[in-house]
């Protein structure tokens, strides 16, 4: 019998599509890091994919088992976009993507690690 979409334990496809994403940025990041172009900011966009890609695989795949499993993908996922976005723009164009992006994204990022850190607290699905 297939699983559908509305079971908890269904995987988010987008958030694991984004982690795979996300993961090859950083890896591409941090090789133009290391042939020379903008290391610092390249570097720092590199950390941030290859530390977020792993954290967002797992939300993909635990599914909707997580309290607030798809919020955290989210904002974790839009977070890493605009930080790493911005830094890599800098490195490359001279200019990010607008202003307060990389701040933005940097909070984005901290209130999904937070909202992991509640949803992991809170009762899981089928357990109310």
Not at 55 to 68: D, H, K
Not at 94 to 106: K, N, Q, V
């Amino acid at each position: 019998m297939a699983m559908e979409a509305s079971q908890p334990n269904h995987p988010v496809r987008w958030a694991v599509a984004a982690a795979g994403l996300i993961g090859a940025a950083g890896v591409a990041a941090a090789a133009a890091a290391a042939h020379g172009a903008e290391a610092r900011l390249l570097s720092a966009a590199s950390t941030i994919c290859l530390v977020n890609a792993p954290a967002l695989l797992v939300l993909g795949l635990a599914g909707r088992r997580l309290r607030l499993g798809t919020l955290c993908a989210a904002l974790l996922t839009l977070g890493t976009v605009l930080f790493a976005g911005d830094l890599v723009l800098r490195a490359f164009l001279g200019r990010g993507l607008f202003p307060m992006a990389a701040p933005t994204g940097g909070f984005s990022m901290i209130v999904a690690w937070l909202s992991i850190a509640l949803g992991a607290l809170l009762p899981s699905r089928g357990q109310e």
